[in-house]
């Protein structure tokens, strides 16, 4: 069945450190693919997405870019905040008017230290 | 629009006692989903309702587990006979779903479930 796997954590960096989380993904077809977020005390939010191969997604200085050939969906931000210490998570997505829940990645903590 | 709301936030129960949770999607979102999320896991998917029809249900969803959609709004998700590995935060997101590929789900902030 489809899955996804991301680096563990907790991610430990320093303010203004370039971030990489790794997320790598097995489905079958085309799915679309998601980052969400998790501040401490609140719910989900979405981060950006993709919804095809090579598209990049991004918001609030965050990147991912959709690889098919590698299956990933790494996300990349190049001066990390404190303000951007949260539970990441990577998901996809099948789309296509079928099974339509999303698959989650079991979270990755960042710590980012002054 | 104020999101995706859940009641109640929190929930203590007893084992063997039937719980009740609502969700509240954003109004005019046609899709409805549930999820469960366990500490230190990423959630799970368990069903969603397009409208008012519930189409699809996971295997996590054990016959004491039912949800309802009953006019496509809000929704309810009913556990019986709660067990302690029911304990969990319960997840409602929705979407408007208007073409083939997959819609941005919207999450509401969950019911943390306690069963003692």
């Known amino acids: 069945g489809d899955s996804v796997t991301q680096m563990e954590g907790p991610v430990t960096l320093s303010e203004e450190a370039f971030l990489t989380i790794n997320c790598t993904y097995t489905?079958?077809?085309?799915?679309?693919l998601f980052w969400y977020v998790q501040y401490p005390g609140e719910g989900l939010q979405l981060l950006l997405k993709?919804?095809?191969?090579?598209d990049k997604g991004s918001n609030k200085g965050f990147e991912a870019t959709y690889r098919k050939e590698t299956t990933s969906f790494h996300l990349e931000k190049g001066s990390v905040q404190v303000s951007d210490s949260a539970v990441y998570f990577c998901?996809?997505?099948?789309?296509?008017?079928?099974?339509?829940?999303?698959?989650f990645g079991k979270g990755t903590h960042l710590i980012i230290q002054p | 629009d104020t999101g995706v709301s859940q009641n109640p936030r929190h929930k203590i129960t007893k084992r063997g006692q039937n719980v009740t949770f609502r969700c509240d999607p954003i109004?005019?979102?046609?899709?409805l989903y549930w999820y469960r999320q366990t500490l230190g896991q990423g959630p799970e998917f368990l069903t969603y309702?397009?409208?008012?029809?519930?189409?699809?249900k996971s295997r996590l969803l054990s016959d004491r587990f039912s949800a309802e959609r009953p006019k496509g709004s809000f929704s309810t998700l009913e556990i019986q006979r709660t067990e302690q590995g029911d304990s969990a935060m319960y997840l409602c997101?929705?979407?408007?779903?208007?073409?083939?590929?997959?819609?941005?789900?919207?999450f509401g902030p969950g019911t943390r479930l306690t069963v003692l």
């Open positions: 993709a919804t095809k191969a090579d």
């Open positions: 309702f397009q409208n008012e029809a519930q189409l699809e």
């Open positions: 997101a929705s979407s408007s779903w208007t073409s083939p590929v997959a819609d941005t789900q919207y």
């Open positions: 109004s005019e979102h046609n899709r």
């Open positions: 998901a996809l997505g099948k789309g296509g008017g079928g099974a339509d829940g999303l698959t």
């Open positions: 489905a079958t077809g085309y799915p679309s």
